[in-house]
């Protein structure tokens, strides 16, 4: 009697910066011949998702490495209108590469997580375009502006489901990969690196310290006060304790078969040019969860 293969979903997780980490548990999966049927991804997840699930994932990983500080600037196309980032030059990748494709036309079964800004209501992308569907589901709110589609505002869907455990279920998955990059954030807090600052003067950090974004030291203040955060901070801080928070009780109810959790606490909301360092964390942490797969799987 032949034993039916298992239909493996692969859950990727929301985390901005961080997502590269993906790239790496990809590789490691694929090395081991293990190579999921269907790809969910939340805000960043959704991205690196989308690029693996069009056998993309090998350009997405070459232009990530290449990214500098200096270049990650450059992407920023700043607004006043409904975020801080337009994020068209952002996604620049994704337009260049996926722009004419749609989700039914890639190689795996794909599907993407967004928030209806109006409802607060999750909203599961399976069909359409390929750059909306990931442009939503990492809209992060405040951040970059909220995308129109088909008369709503969609934002980020790591305001609802930051790991989608659910949406692979329900698109057939027997075996649940999770990759979840907000396991380790309450409590640390990477410092700025100043001399790094000092010696990329066009880095992002350089750019929002010149901005009239910081809270402390202001006039009158009483001596021996608390040096307040930047607003950029506070908004990143806020956004680490949310996506903890949702991400456990989601998890709790919604467990998936194989977590994956790349140790990543020292990442800036905007680290985009440490993909090499968040590749590397990805591989490793995939390497640990290995053993407990292959078992799960039994061995096929």
């Not at 396991?183 to 410092?191: F, P």
Request: glycine share 10%.
């Amino acid at each position: 009697m032949r034993v039916s293969q298992p239909r493996i979903g692969l859950a990727l997780g929301s985390g901005s910066a961080r997502g590269w980490s993906h790239i790496g548990v990809i590789r490691v999966l694929e090395d081991a011949g293990i190579s999921p049927d269907i790809v969910c991804g939340t805000s960043i997840g959704a991205l690196v998702g989308a690029a693996y699930a069009d056998d993309q994932l090998q350009p997405l990983e070459t232009w990530v490495r290449d990214l500098t500080w200096q270049g990650v600037v450059g992407l920023l196309d700043f607004t006043v209108g409904g975020g801080l980032i337009h994020g068209e030059k952002l996604f620049s990748f994704l337009r260049a590469h996926l722009s004419d494709k749609t989700i039914p036309s890639l190689s795996k079964a794909y599907g993407a997580v967004a928030t209806e800004l109006a409802t607060g209501r999750e909203v599961w992308l399976r069909e359409g375009a390929v750059f909306d569907a990931v442009r939503a589901s990492a809209a992060l709110p405040g951040l970059f502006t909220p995308m129109p589609r088909e008369g709503r505002l969609l934002v980020d869907g790591a305001l609802v489901n930051p790991v989608p455990v659910s949406l692979c279920r329900a698109m057939g998955a027997d075996v649940v990969i999770a990759v979840d990059l907000n396991a380790d954030l309450i409590g640390r807090h990477a410092e700025p690196d100043e001399a790094a600052v000092a010696a990329e003067p066009g880095a992002l950090a350089s750019v929002l310290s010149r901005l009239p974004l910081r809270l402390g030291g202001l006039r009158g203040a009483p001596e021996g006060a608390v040096d307040m955060p930047s607003i950029f901070d506070v908004l990143s801080l806020s956004l680490n304790i949310m996506q903890v928070r949702i991400t456990r009780s989601r998890l709790a109810g919604e467990p998936a078969d194989i977590m994956i959790r790349p140790r990543l606490a020292d990442f800036a909301l905007m680290d985009y040019h440490r993909a090499a360092i968040a590749i590397e964390e990805g591989e490793r942490a995939a390497q640990r969860a290995l053993p407990e797969l292959r078992e799960t799987l039994g061995g096929r």
